[in-house]
């Protein structure tokens, strides 16, 4: 049986605007994606839109409009995004959709039958913005806006029956929750005891959701019905054989701000209905502008359709992947996007392919030369790119991402100064054939980084494996024919010049 993996986005908020945060998480899951798919693996990544909830509604009724036209009409903008990135998800969700109104209500009709949804009068306080019942200390942490108090007869879900069980299942799960300081928040907030879940709305207050299958009166809480939208794709309750092949997904990739609903609401949700938990749940930081979080509140939100169009949707997607530490916070500013471009992208990289092609064109008409036998820098720079391979890949499996391509980028270098010292450009005026090895040597090391970095920037590694008019894209040494001829380029990354922006 083939290997499979399984990648989620947090489906977004169709109201917002898409900006870097959203961006970011989008292309993470893309880079992951890709990077298994090139090592064989049947892969399945999924983003989506969460469409329901009193936001939406609102929104809809100020612009008088039905809430699905709303949707309808807000949805293109996160659409067009991922098709100007480049995200090559396998399918993408919106809540609206008849598939997952199914099996949100066989999931609730599933809880209520095992007993664990219950009907109750509650009183409370209430955050209109985050459309949830708040803790008096958490109405006084000033972090809600427009609170009010609020009775309320409606249905809960017993999350508390499953507060020990999580726990144990936490603890003996190293990898469940990453990473660790994370798990150990939610450990920490598993000390307290857990309150159970209010999971409906009535009607007469907010109707934009998914109705309760045992009470028409109520609509589920948003939250509730957007989580489901990870195992509604996967066929659930549908296609058996689907559904074992993709659940449990191998990573639900979020930011920080969600980590309770995703590490405590979604697991116990999923104990009720007896369905496997998902193997792991990773939390990201933010991007920080000027140290603080981008919001659309503050206007600090770098617009990541205006870096695409101004340098490129690769370059974006590097400087994104290389810049943050996944699990810590990252700062976001154009000064820093511009040296990371210049240095790594414009100098290390794209220039090596420059000098490579140009000696190759001036000296060999352009064809590939031969190899003659290897010597001992020949044979280190191959063992090295060998050592690489697994460090890329290890990097990869424990999602340090920025080490991985720090490496690919080192290795690079080593390959600068390999031709640095070798000075192909004087030995083909005494020794063409020695050239050519050398020339060779640094072509196929170079291959070997941009396979390796090409779930990053597929499209400009693309380009460079078409100049060097390879197809290979297998990671072991000698994917290079001699004998090929070279394609015509223009520099792969242009540098910038920071004293004209
Ligand atoms: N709809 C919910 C998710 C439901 S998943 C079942 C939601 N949507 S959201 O649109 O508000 O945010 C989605 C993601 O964007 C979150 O993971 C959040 O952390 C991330 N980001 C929003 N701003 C961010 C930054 N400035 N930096 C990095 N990511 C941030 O929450």
Redesign the pocket.
Known sequence: MSKSFYITT????VN?KP????A??TILADVIARFYRQLDYDTFFLTGL?EHGQKVQEAAINRQVEPQVHCDEMAPRFIDLWDKLHISNDDFIRTTEQRHKKVVQYFLQLVFDNGDIYKDEYTGLYSVSEERFITEKEAESENFRDIKELKEINYFFKMSKFQSQLVEYIENNENFIQPIHRRNEILGFLKQPLADLCISRPKSRLNWGIELPFDTDYVTYV?FD??I??ITVTGYGKDDNLYNKWWPANYHL?????LT??AVYWPTMLLSAGVPLPKTIFA?????SESA???KSIGNVVNPLDLIEKYGVDPVRYYLMREMVLGQDANFTLDSFIKRYNSDLANDFGNLLSRISTLINKNYDGYMPEVSSLGDKEKRLKSISIELVKKFDNNMSRMSINEAIEETLQFVRNINRYFEHMAPWKLVKEDLKSAGTVLYTGAEALRICAVLLSPIMPQRIQILLSVLNTESVDRNWGGLKSGTRLGDHKPLFPRINSDNL
Do not use: E, F, V
């Open positions: 947090p489906i977004y908020y917002d900006h870097i945060g959203h970011y998480t969460d939250w957007a989580l939208n990870y979020i930011g920080k701000d969600i609903t995703h990201h930081g933010w991007w920080l979080k981008m919001s």
